[in-house]
């Protein structure tokens, strides 16, 4: 049985922000479906009880001091925005 | 039927930490577009964020004053959404593993004590500032605030009325004052409040369906939107219908709430634990070395103001109020040591003048020193307590020192007995007619010869001591 | 004197510190190779010449004051992955198109502070996504043994660069294979370091749990220099670990005896080249002439590492890009209505199909009512394959193993079949998973002139043994064949 629907795709497209014409949403619902199968053989494997990893080390309680450093300068925050304007990043107007 | 409410509120506490809580970028509130970002906050491609340590610790007092469990392990979790303001794609924030579970705060309505539950207390980023252009259609994007540090607060659906969660608003303000970690100011954001309210049938157990107000930056509109809320939905079930789960914005304008339907998608966050940020580790040991560091409580502070001070609880409570006017308080009587006649003159006289300039007390040009200094020449009769309000006054608006202006403007008591027995004498010869109205037994008439006195001296006659001579002269 | 280009860093440093030749000469004998040979490779996707020139001059300086470094005058290349302040880092991703860093990588802090010199970035498959750099949004970049082929992924342009010798030592990234995978295609020396070791501040993150730069060499030699420099911690990367960093080249020539070798049975699976397996079999018996004691071992949870890993990494993935969103700098598309449209269009446009799969598969696992099934799933099996390598390492000292099941394939012979593509990582990715180090050596050379690499692994920050045994493999198999003439 197909893990994924079409509509499913199309759902977790919009989630991810992209678009895809109908022809890359079939060959994408093909290609996740493989994926998916695939990497849906970890249900095979018995966890229980097991501790999740998050990290490949143990470590914990890394900190920097409450120390002000030095911020760029505003003409470099914004050197490589594609829209600028009086020192702030452009976006189309937000209703 | 009657209705009962069903409140929780999610507070956000904006910490005055000085640098931002992944980079060391200043958080200072007003500074112009960008100039208070790097490559961290912005969020370019490659960079890490490292933990600041007093947003730790800050979050650990708040815990701590809350009556929380601090987690002996938390953890940062990403929270996804695609906005302008949100440089990163995902705000930093925990999720699976807060700093701190399972508190309450005490509150007080109209002399009852109810215990409102604190779900947890985690840390997050807060995100940028979104600027809409009025003519063209664009919005600008100032990340200064993004990574500013927050703690969110999140209640039990404890709360049962619109006054109630004032009061709890109010008590976290306090909190997080005294506790030094936030102006809390809902005015300037640095104290946010969304609540999640649903009505059930009084008596019946089991919830509602709720909605989410969001937008309300006072503890009056906070109030306001949830009495209008429950009058909403209290109708809607009345007529037989149903609550919608939804957002909705308070309009403080027209004071109404509103549905953000269709403006905003279902949200799906997928959240997962942070890879950049290793988990936050706290034992005993340092749960304690905060605590050390944590200042006296307002509850406490008031217990011992009522006992070391013979405060009437009234007292206690408005010197409380604010650590600022406590310290003053206890200032002062370290230097005046008459608790009460303080307490009375910071209530009454300092801090209406405070309140009249909206001014908070760690502001005010009289320092406790002067304040005492004023006192004791009140009460070693240098002044009378009517010309000492007039000396506060004075010192509240010119920062000059009691005894400065007492001096230059010669306004301390005549208390010389010659000298006042001499005048005494003249106003006896001045006023034979009230002399004789008053030897034919016309008391009435003594307190005229009085202001005849301190005229003459232009109120700078003790007036005890004018009474007393006055009387031995007439009789 | 030899050909410069053809010596190796170790070489080059005696030669610069006799005075025999200057940083300009060797970094103009580079930049002339690139300009002769890269048209054919294509492994740089910019070629820094003006800044590198700059660099070899005050490297020459630094030298002639008697201030020199290991690395001091010795021309590399950066994966293009890797911040550099002031040059463009792309990723190769039409996305970060011009994108211009305003700060630099903490190795590149690193590399500057020993005055090395960088010729330029390298290519690579696009935000490290794939094992062919033939996803590189630009340009595929071919292998120097057989230019028909790949010549792996993601550090493409990293291992055929320095296979080229186009420059003395690069360095690449390592999220499931990128380092070693490509450097066992190349015939060259790549390391994947513990997680922890070298800094990723800068280094673009692909999944941030299981990415780590490490360096590509001629030979175990260089490669242990490469380390040295851009091993340690860094109070920008709180993954980063506050441990002393050894003497990589100090420990090299210590023999193997004592040292225990385990063979995982896992690691030899049906459909696997025959030529690869030969060459690894001999690999080891060369390593048991050499005093090292053999001993077969269990990485029983191996079969579960590939979907275990295209879990975790393509759900970091989706994450780590969702802040390339046309805002703040790289790409934007044109003709939106709207905001949400500004969003999708960029992202759609600016991100190739292969990205676009990771960032889908990555979202879908963390999305409501799949988080447990998926991330969390492999979250928990992740602990499994971690403990199968404690176990193993509690019986030895190394791991010798296969990089890849078969040799460098030619170009778009996988493309058409992403799933094809990920199973050819099988033996690299457990070594992410679990964090631990692993090098890929040469180790053989197939009948077609191709190289074969061996892997070996080790417990976390066990780089010396692995470097102890790779050096004693280099030594005794001698080179595998003469560097290809392109």
Not at chain 1, 13 to 40: C, P
Not at chain 2, 256 to 261: C, K, L, Q
Not at chain 3, 203 to 226: E, K, M, N, Y
Not at chain 3, 421 to 427: A, E, G, P, Q, V
Request: net charge negative; glycine share 8%; with cysteine.
């Amino acid at each position: 049985m197909a893990k994924i629907q079409k509509s499913e795709v199309e759902h977790v497209a919009k989630l991810a922000r992209l678009t895809f014409s109908q022809a890359e949403i079939d060959s994408l619902t093909d290609q996740l479906n493989d994926i998916l199968t695939y990497i849906g053989k970890l249900e095979e494997l018995d966890s229980t009880g097991v501790e999740p990893t998050t990290h490949a080390l143990k470590l914990t309680n890394c900190f920097r001091g409450d120390e002000v450093g030095e911020s760029l300068p505003v003409d470099e925050a914004l050197s490589n925005a594609p829209q600028r304007e009086g020192g702030a990043f452009v976006v189309p107007r937000i209703i | 039927m009657d209705y009962e409410a069903v409140i929780g509120l999610e507070v956000h506490v904006q910490l005055k930490t000085r640098s931002k809580i992944f980079c060391s970028c200043s958080t200072r509130f007003g500074a112009p577009p960008n100039t208070h970002t790097c490559p961290i906050c912005i969020g370019m491609p490659g960079v890490l964020p490292v933990l600041n340590k007093k947003v730790v610790e800050y979050a650990m007092k708040m815990a701590l004053a809350t009556n929380c469990e601090i987690a002996s392990v938390s953890q940062f979790a990403r929270k996804h959404y695609f906005y302008p303001d949100l440089p990163k794609g995902y705000q930093i924030s925990q999720y699976e593993l807060p700093l701190a579970e399972n508190g309450w705060i005490d509150v007080e309505v109209d002399g009852q004590t109810r215990r409102i539950g604190i779900t947890r207390i985690h840390m997050e980023e807060d995100a940028g500032k979104l600027i809409h252009d009025e003519h063209r259609p664009l919005s600008f994007v100032d990340l200064n605030r993004t990574g500013t540090p927050l703690i969110e607060i999140v209640s039990e659906p404890d709360i049962r009325r619109p006054e109630e969660a004032s009061e709890y608003l109010k008590k976290i303000r306090q909190l997080v004052r005294y506790l030094g970690i936030s102006d809390g100011n809902m005015e300037e954001g640095s104290l946010r409040c969304d609540a999640n309210i649903s009505l059930r049938p009084l008596g019946r157990q089991g919830y509602g369906v709720k909605s989410e107000l969001k937008n309300m930056n006072s503890f009056r509109h906070v109030q306001k939107a949830l009495e209008y809320e429950i009058r909403r939905q209290t109708a809607l079930l009345l007529d037989g219908g149903q609550v919608v789960q939804e957002t909705r914005l308070w309009d403080a304008a027209k004071g109404v709430t509103h549905s953000m339907r269709g403006k905003e998608e279902a949200h799906d966050y997928r959240y997962f634990p942070d890879p950049d940020l290793v988990p936050v580790e706290i034992e005993r040991v340092w749960i304690e070395k905060v605590r050390q560091e944590m200042p006296e409580l307002p509850g406490a502070k008031r217990e011992r103001f009522v006992k070391e001070y013979g405060l009437p609880p009234y007292d206690a409570d408005v010197l409380t109020s604010s650590i600022h006017v406590a310290d003053y308080f206890e200032e002062c009587v370290r230097l005046f040591h008459r608790p009460k006649t303080v307490s009375n003159w910071i209530m009454v006289e300092l801090l209406k003048l405070l309140h009249q300039d909206n001014q908070e007390i760690d502001t005010c040009p009289v320092p406790p020193s002067s304040l005492a200094a004023l006192l004791k020449l009140v009460e070693d009769g240098t002044i009378s307590a009517k010309m000492g309000k007039k000396v506060l006054e004075e010192s509240y608006k010119t920062g000059m020192e009691p005894q400065q202006i007492v001096q230059e403007q010669g306004l301390s008591q005549l208390s010389d007995e010659a000298e006042l027995k001499s005048m005494v004498a003249r106003v006896i010869e001045d006023f034979p007619e009230e002399v004789a109205k008053y030897r034919s037994g016309k008391k009435k008439v003594f307190g005229f010869l009085v202001g005849q006195v301190m005229r003459m001296t232009r109120g700078k006659a003790n007036p005890k001591k004018v009474n007393e001579l006055l009387q031995k002269a007439l009789d | 004197m030899a050909n410069l280009v053809d010596l190796t860093i170790s070489s080059l440093r005696q030669l610069l510190d006799q005075r025999e030749v200057s940083a300009v000469e060797v970094t103009r004998a580079y930049l002339e190779r690139i300009e002769k040979v890269d048209s054919k490779i294509k492994a740089y996707l910019t070629v820094t010449g003006d800044q590198a020139m700059e660099a070899a001059r005050a490297a020459d300086e630094h030298m002639a004051s008697g201030e020199t470094a290991p690395l001091t005058g010795i021309p590399l290349g950066i994966k293009d992955v890797i911040c550099t302040k002031g040059v463009p880092t792309t990723c190769a991703s039409r996305m970060l198109e011009g994108f211009i860093p305003p700060y630099n990588a903490t190795l590149m802090e690193r590399l500057n502070g020993q005055h090395a010199v960088i010729l330029g970035k390298l290519n690579m498959d696009e935000f490290a996504m794939g094992s062919s750099t033939e996803n590189s949004a630009f340009f595929p970049t071919h292998n120097p043994w057989d230019l028909k082929r790949i010549p792996g992924g993601s550090s493409g342009g990293s291992a055929a660069s320095v296979a080229a010798r186009t420059c003395a030592g690069s360095f690449g990234s390592d999220t499931g294979g990128s380092i070693r995978q490509p450097a066992s295609h190349c015939g060259v020396v790549g390391i994947k370091p513990t997680y922890g070791r070298v800094s990723r501040f800068g280094l673009i993150a692909f999944a941030s749990s299981l990415d780590q730069i490490g360096p590509i060499a001629r030979d175990v030699t260089d490669c242990a220099i490469l380390l040295e420099a851009a091993s340690g911690y860094d109070p920008k990367d709180s993954t980063s670990v506050n441990k002393q960093v050894p003497s990589y080249i100090g420990s090299l020539k210590e023999g193997l005896k004592g040292l225990r070798i385990g063979v995982p049975e896992e690691y030899f699976i049906p459909g696997m080249d025959p030529e690869v397996e030969e060459a690894i079999r001999n690999g080891v018996s060369t390593l048991k002439e050499q005093g090292a004691e053999i001993i077969d071992i269990n990485l029983p949870h191996t079969e579960f590492a590939v979907a275990t890993y295209y879990i975790i990494a393509p759900a970091e993935a989706s994450s780590n890009l969702s802040r390339y969103d046309g805002v703040k700098y790289g790409f934007r598309a044109e003709g939106y209505r709207d905001l949400l449209e500004m969003y999708t269009r960029t992202r759609s446009a600016g991100f190739g199909p292969e990205v676009k799969r990771r960032i889908m598969v990555g979202t879908y696992c963390l999305s409501a009512g799949y988080y447990d099934a998926y991330y969390k799933k492999a979250s928990k099996v992740r602990t499994l394959i971690t403990r199968d390598f404690q176990d193993a390492f509690a019986r030895c000292d190394c791991i010798a193993a296969p990089v890849a099941p078969t040799p460098a394939f030619e170009l778009g012979e996988k493309k058409d079949d992403p799933l094809q593509m990920y199973l050819s990582d099988i033996f690299t990715i457990p070594v992410n998973l679990a964090g631990i180090p692993s090098i890929s050596v040469p180790c053989g050379i197939s009948k077609e002139g191709l190289p074969i690499g061996m892997q070996l692994m080790a417990g976390h920050f066990q780089e010396e043994t692995i470097f102890k045994v790779a050096y004693n493999l280099e030594l005794t198999l001698g080179k595998i064949g003469d560097w290809p003439e392109i």
